[in-house]
Structure formats: C-alpha cells, structure tokens
C-alpha cells in the first residue's frame, strides 16, 4: 500500500484478508480511489461492493432442511473472518425456522480442501448416530475435502447417509467425485460494480453528488447450484465410465482459495481495458 501511495496510483481495488483498513484509509485520505471488493466496513467511509453472505448461509441450510435433514453441521474457519461470521448467521436462522433442527459448528484454522478433509475424517471417525446427516461448508474447497473424506476414504452415499453443500460454485464443484451443490457467487456483478465506482471517483464526482451510490452495494448471491441428486459411493465411481474425470478432479485438492477473485480480476481487467480504450 506504502509503493501505491509513493507512486500515485490511479486508484485500488482491494479485498482486504481482515478488518484493518488502515493503510486504505491513508491511500483514500491522500486522493488515491479505493474500492473494497467482497468486503464491507461501515465504518470507514469506503466504497465497497460485498455479497449478502448471511442470505447465502441461509439459502445453503434451508436446502438441507427441505430434504429433510436436521442434524446440521457448519463446518467454517474463524468467525474473526466476515464472510464465515455472516455464512454461519445465516446458518443458525435457517435452523432456527425448523423446531427439531440442530445446529454443530465445526472451526477449522483455514479454508482449505486439506482442513475440510480433516473435519471429515473426524466426522467419519464418530458413530454413525453421532454423525450430521448434512454438512455446509464456509467454501467449496472445505467441501471437496469434507467429500474426499466421505466418499473416498469411508465410502459413505452422498447425498444418501450425508447431504453436502459449499459456496461459491468454483468451477471443479461440477467437477468432483460427486458433484457438489454450492452457492454462486456474481463474480460478474461483483466485479462490474466495483469498477464502476472506482471510475466514480477518478472522474472526481463529489460522493454527496452520487448519493448512496457511492456507500455500500451489497448483492444478494445466485440461487444454489443443485447438484449430487443420486446415491454414489466410491464403489460406483471406480466402476463408472467417467472415473478418470472424478479421480482427476478429486486430486486436484491443492486448487487455491482464487477462483472468485479470479472471475472478478477478469471482469475488472476488461471493464477497464474498454473504458480505457473508449475514453
């Protein structure tokens, strides 16, 4: 942030990994357009364009309610993290909706396929009436590590004896053993609104001149992707004629946490380019 300031950048587009805006500030307060990206800080009087991830949570667990399930499990990384705090609100009201639903919580000290694979291997390790009989995971790589876990090494039925769900609906969510259901994120909104408000203040559009233009826009995510309708063990997988594309895609579990900064990286590259080009 110290080299942007140094060298006059024309503006940040930036998703911060905590809530220490600082350095962000002293970029804003020195003319220097910042725009927070899948983040929102009510209190620091930067743009941001964020996700409802608390209606995302609780689109991800009334799914798993309407099929039935009432032993639920989140299995999350630190609640210091907003978008797991907010999953896992959204959670806790969906389950409350539901009497005889109960809600497990599961930390994990990151939001990786290996740590998703640990939480299901002690999952698995428990008696089969200890287990959950649904699992949301914070991310998709938690719940391609949850699934190797489940049909990989115990050979438990997903959906069957364990129904799973993820966020975000990366691109190897379709992809797996069994394919994941997940909630999408708009990348492409995402991306374009931030842009969009970044240009706001390079044109040097006073803010009292947008109005609530230039505060927070929050999106609601996309509706899940369903997926894993049919009963697959690890049995079925080695004898299908498409196992070579299940066995490659479950190995791929060193996959980054990128894909939706990615999409919105992209989006943003090409808005940009055009802008600049046009104008």
């Not at 998709?140 to 090494?153: R, S």
């Not at 697959?232 to 900064?261: F, K, P």
Request: proline share 5%; hydrophobic share 45%.
């Amino acid at each position: 942030l110290d080299l942007f300031l140094q060298q006059r950048v024309s503006g940040v587009l930036v998703t911060p990994a905590d809530d220490d805006l600082e350095g962000l500030v002293r970029l804003r307060d020195a003319g220097i357009p910042v725009v927070l990206v899948d983040h929102e800080a009510a209190d620091s009087h930067l743009p941001s364009v964020s996700v409802d991830d608390v209606e995302g949570g609780y689109l991800a667990v009334s799914h798993l309610l309407s099929l039935g399930r009432r032993r639920i499990a989140f299995v999350g990384g630190s609640p210091g993290i907003r978008q797991v705090r907010d999953r896992l609100a959204g959670a806790r009201r969906a389950v409350a909706d539901v009497p005889d639903a109960r809600l497990e919580v599961i930390e994990e000290p990151a939001l990786t396929v290996l740590h998703g694979r640990a939480a299901g291997q002690r999952l698995i390790a428990r008696d089969r009436g200890d287990r959950p009989d649904a699992v949301f995971a914070a991310n998709d790589l938690l719940a391609v590590g949850l699934l190797q876990a489940f049909a990989l090494i115990a050979d438990i039925p997903v959906p069957d004896d364990i129904a799973l769900i993820g966020y975000d609906d990366i691109d190897f969510a379709s992809a797996t053993v069994v394919p994941l259901s997940s909630i999408r994120q708009p990348a492409t909104r995402i991306g374009q609104s931030a842009v969009d408000r970044r240009f706001w203040r390079r044109l040097g559009v006073p803010p009292a001149d947008l109005g609530e233009g230039i505060g927070p826009v929050t999106l609601i995510p996309y509706a899940l992707a369903r997926r894993a309708l049919h009963r697959r063990t690890v049995t079925d997988i080695r004898h299908s004629t498409h196992s070579a594309q299940g066995w490659i895609a479950t190995a791929l579990w060193l996959y980054a946490d990128v894909s939706l900064v990615l999409s919105v990286a992209a989006v943003v590259a090409g808005m940009i380019t055009g802008r600049l080009t046009v104008g």
